[in-house]
């Protein structure tokens, strides 16, 4: 979830794109009865955006509906979501009733949307008729919905941060391994820093990138942003500490541009890398982006985030949220049958393989895993991390506030650091004291 300015992700605008021009009437072409029956019938989807652009994610999914349309004879219209827009405009369709029938989300959305009876949720029968639930990563399977209760909605593309690095450039700085702990992460990007480079790309304007970075540090601190019961707890000593460390970067560190502070659409910090600005990045799942971005895959090094040299009382040695993305149905489509016959389609072991290779992602079924391209060293560590030092944020009614209160606090704190303002842990403690005092209420 990054050089333009928030106004550049807002011209880039949004990607419409009905594709029965693409994949033609298919209930006439094949003449399946499948096909026949579902004559007529066209999907609404919204997707996220996984590529370099909104323009990319058109390109990568189009013939992939197409075929879609031409197994099943159901049209898809497709709508690509920027991120600084998903979230708004998915609460928006579960009180106004209008909205697609599939949407992607970020995983750490789904409990939020499960407490709006929006979602359909896919109990047994409707887990049976995808597959099984079997079929999934249990990892990706806890972020789909407070435990106990059917999830709200699938896995499709499966991540968790990596730090990337740029191998040439860390050789020529005489660095000869990345960093495991934060006073390595340090040392080293003060050798990378130089008054024409920056060390280290943040996508300091985004609310969501903010906050994955903020959970995953204050659980190295031993901090919660949550209680057992689903109460905020945003303003504690380990969640300021946690913020304070991720903006120091930027107002203390000096290892980040201050122009950073600006970067919201999900793309603008990795392109900095990808093109050789900054030396590193914290991203998640970034290799085939990179590529795309002109990087010479050679060049392409991934690593855990650090660690405290030490973990702190209650620390844990957690380096990434379980990130990605699911897919859900919502409850008021009046194509239920062709909405599940999408998801089973879009998280079919072929379509797990194909998507998660040109994103960059780490397939979401067991099966797709048979493809050597998810056996290579880089996606290997990202796959490891997922697996053993990954936590999913959590799953209670109040993560999508958190994520837009806490994350707007972050890009203002950002913004007074970029202008040259101190931001001390007092004025975190009081952001967070009023984000926390929204959710109470």
């Not at 599940?340 to 099966?367: A, R």
Request: charged share 15%; hydrophobic share 40%; aromatic share 8%.
């Amino acid at each position: 979830m990054r050089l333009n300015k928030i106004a550049t992700a807002a011209v880039a605008g949004l990607m419409v794109l009905p594709l029965a021009a693409c994949g033609g009437s298919t209930s006439t072409s094949s003449g399946t009865a499948s096909n026949k029956a579902n004559a007529g019938v066209t999907l609404t989807y919204w997707a996220s955006n996984q590529g370099t652009s909104l323009d990319n994610d058109k390109q990568v999914l189009t013939p992939e509906l197409a075929k879609f349309t031409k197994q099943t004879g159901i049209k898809v219209q497709l709508e690509v979501v920027p991120w600084a827009d998903l979230l708004n405009r998915v609460l928006a369709a579960t009180t106004s009733g209008k909205g697609p029938d599939v949407v992607n989300i970020g995983n750490t959305w789904s409990s939020s949307v499960q407490a709006t009876g929006a979602f359909l949720p896919f109990d047994d029968a409707t887990l049976t008729a995808i597959g099984g639930k079997s079929r999934f990563l249990a990892g990706s399977m806890s972020a789909t919905g407070v435990a106990g209760q059917p999830p709200a909605a699938v896995p499709i593309y499966s991540m968790a941060y990596g730090l990337y690095y740029n191998k040439k450039q860390f050789k020529a700085a005489g660095i000869a391994s990345p960093p495991k702990t934060w006073d390595e992460f340090a040392v080293d990007a003060k050798k990378l820093t130089t008054p024409k480079h920056w060390a280290l790309s943040l996508e300091a304007g985004s609310k969501t990138e903010n906050i994955h970075s903020a959970f995953t540090l204050s659980q190295q601190q031993g901090g919660s942003w949550f209680d057992s019961s689903g109460k905020a707890t945003f303003n504690t000593p380990q969640n300021v500490a946690a913020i304070k460390q991720y903006i120091d970067f930027m107002q203390t560190d000096k290892i980040v541009n201050p122009s950073d502070a600006q970067y919201s659409n999900g793309t603008e910090a990795l392109k900095d890398f990808a093109t050789g600005t900054t030396s590193m990045v914290f991203w998640q799942a970034a290799q085939a982006s990179l590529k795309q971005l002109g990087m010479n895959p050679d060049d392409i090094g991934v690593a855990p985030v650090p660690l405290p040299a030490q973990l702190p009382a209650g620390g844990k040695a957690v380096t990434s949220m379980v990130a990605g993305i699911n897919l859900g149905i919502f409850k008021n489509t009046k194509n239920k049958d062709a909405a599940i016959q999408f998801v089973k389609f879009m998280t079919s072991t072929p379509e797990q393989q194909m998507l998660n290779k040109t994103y960059g992602s780490l397939p979401s079924v067991t099966d797709a895993y048979s493809d050597p391209a998810f056996q290579a060293p880089n996606v290997l560590v990202i796959k490891d991390v997922l697996s053993k030092s990954a936590a999913p944020l959590p799953q209670v009614p109040g993560e999508s506030q958190f994520e837009k209160l806490v994350g707007a606090a972050m890009t203002t704190l950002f913004a007074d650091a970029a202008t040259g303002k101190t931001v001390t842990s007092a004025q975190i403690a009081s952001a967070l004291a009023a984000a926390q005092q929204q959710v109470t209420s």
